[in-house]
């Protein structure tokens, strides 16, 4: 029965890669047509109103007080953070760059959960961590020669990204999560609005570009749904791997949609990136079963 489960939320978990991948994909598509801005602002209406539609048809209450909780609006700023930086990564290096960049996330959440959650973190794990982040050093390439300043950027929006994980482990679970969900999506429409302006103003929304922000929203909204539905039926410590299969969307799409050649330099660092992640669950599922054999056999109080 576990088994079965554990294949079902890794599928999940493999459809919710290749949804948010998919997004990414169709965003970087016209970052060339229209403002990092004008993207938030005209998929935050569509994503809106997609979700508003979904909760009143679930009959799930909306509550102005549950979303000005604290950690519910600090949550909200690392969401818009981490969309206006990754959306920058989108627009100003390779697709398959910022995605490898972003399969960091994990180590990020390990490195977070460790220093503000005060959950135990051995020193396996914490070398693993550091040469996780050894390889994000080797995809962006400081120096002279292959730098892009802009590929921070994607470093800033995994750690937003990480920021923003973490917070939500925070919230009360009484507080449901479409009401975080649109709150967030409200949220990042205004921010969004209110930076097309100084952020190079308006431009006329193709109908090719405003299908791409209709699909975008969908796959998100799809890939959240999917990533919740895994980790509630698989264990979280033979499901979580499976984010790393977003990678191989990413390099698929990368080679045949925008026609980039990955080099020796980021195959290198995204190896060494996973690598780390898969260490680090693997040292995170040992210690949870030394955990629960101890548990076991413990005398009863």
Known sequence: MASTENSRGALFMSLAMAAFTCNDALIKSITSELGIAQIMAVRGVIATILIYGVARYL????????????????????????????????????????????????LAVTLGAALFLGEPVGWRRWTAIAVGFLGVIIIIRPGPEGFTPAALFAVAACFFTASRDITTKRIADDIPTLTVTLFTSLANTFVGAILIAPMGGWQPVSSN?????????????????????????????????????????????????????????????????????????????????????KASTAPPA
């Open 59 to 106: 009959g799930v209450a909306m509550s102005l007080k549950a979303v000005m909780q604290p950690l519910v609006l600090l949550r909200t700023f690392f969401e818009i953070g981490a969309t206006l930086t990754f959306l920058s990564a989108l627009a100003h290096i390779e697709f398959a760059s910022a995605s490898s960049i972003m399969q960091s996330l994990p």
């Open 209 to 293: 570009a405003l299908m791409h922000l209709t699909l975008a929203s969908v796959l998100v909204f799809a890939g959240y749904q999917a990533i919740i539905k895994s980790m509630r039926i698989g264990e979280i410590s033979f499901v979580a791997p499976f984010r790393y299969t977003g990678l191989l969307w990413a390099l698929t799409i990368s080679v045949f949609l925008f026609g980039e050649r990955p080099n020796a330099y980021m195959l290198t660092g995204a190896a060494i990136v996973i690598g780390s992640g898969l260490y680090t669950f693997y040292r995170e599922r040992k210690r949870q079963s030394v955990v629960g054999e």
